[in-house]
């Protein structure tokens, strides 16, 4: 079983159109930036580029606490999939808590996971993240103890997700496909804020539509 994991590469430009969290979104011509039901925007999270397009990640942070972003049919987050074509940055609203204090730059790293590391299959597949990041730490080329650098992964289970909480398409009401896990990073000046919880990105390629949640 094969890990993407979203490794910490440092300051990026905040218009790379390469992974990364934070900077400013690139989205197609006319887009509108979102807005939460407290009336402030949306700040931008996350640009992960995948298979067919871009994904790019809001959540609110004019409230925390206040604004449900934990929540998949809440206003206080929202996941794009963009075609990869024509994307070009946004506008960012003067008003509000829109962009990350800073941007940074997001690489992969592939973990195999060994199958006797779980008792049977479908623990491997409910934890094959957890034990991913935990392995990150012992990383023979990598330093140690920074498993505040891992900022998610791609693709894959999500890990230890109820099955009642798997969010349904906005628009067709079928089941979304999981697409990334999202953690808040390694500072607190660069971090986004997930109340301490791990994000969950999911999307429905059909629609084009996104859904983000939190444990
Ligand atoms: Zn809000
Ligand atoms: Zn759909």
């Not at 906005?170 to 896990?181: I, K, L, N, W």
Request: charged share 25%; net charge negative; with cysteine.
């Amino acid at each position: 079983m094969k890990t993407t994991l979203m490794i910490y590469d440092g300051p990026a430009p905040a218009d790379s159109d390469a992974p990364r969290t934070g900077g400013v979104p690139l989205a197609p011509a006319g887009f509108d930036w979102p807005l939460c039901g407290c009336g402030g925007p949306l700040q931008f999270f996350a640009h992960l580029p995948v298979e067919d397009g871009v994904l790019s990640v809001f959540l609110c942070q004019n409230d925390p606490g206040a604004c449900e972003f934990w929540d998949a049919s809440s206003s206080a987050n929202r996941v794009f999939l963009f075609p990869r074509e024509e994307l070009r940055p946004v506008a960012v609203p003067e008003a509000g808590l829109a962009l990350l204090p800073a941007t940074s730059a997001i690489r992969t790293h592939v973990v195999t996971l060994d199958p006797e590391e779980a008792d049977d299959d479908e623990d491997i597949e409910l934890g094959a993240y957890d034990v991913a990041r935990q392995g990150w730490n012992r990383e023979p080329a990598e330093r140690f103890g920074k498993q505040r650098e891992v900022l998610g992964s791609l693709g894959g289970s999500p890990s230890y997700l109820e099955d009642d909480r798997l969010p349904a398409c906005p628009s067709c009401t079928g089941t979304m496909e999981f697409a990334a896990h999202l953690e808040e990073g390694i500072a607190r000046e660069t971090a986004m804020n997930l109340g301490g919880q791990l994000g969950y990105v999911f999307v429905c390629r059909t629609c084009r539509k996104g859904s983000f949640l939190t444990d």
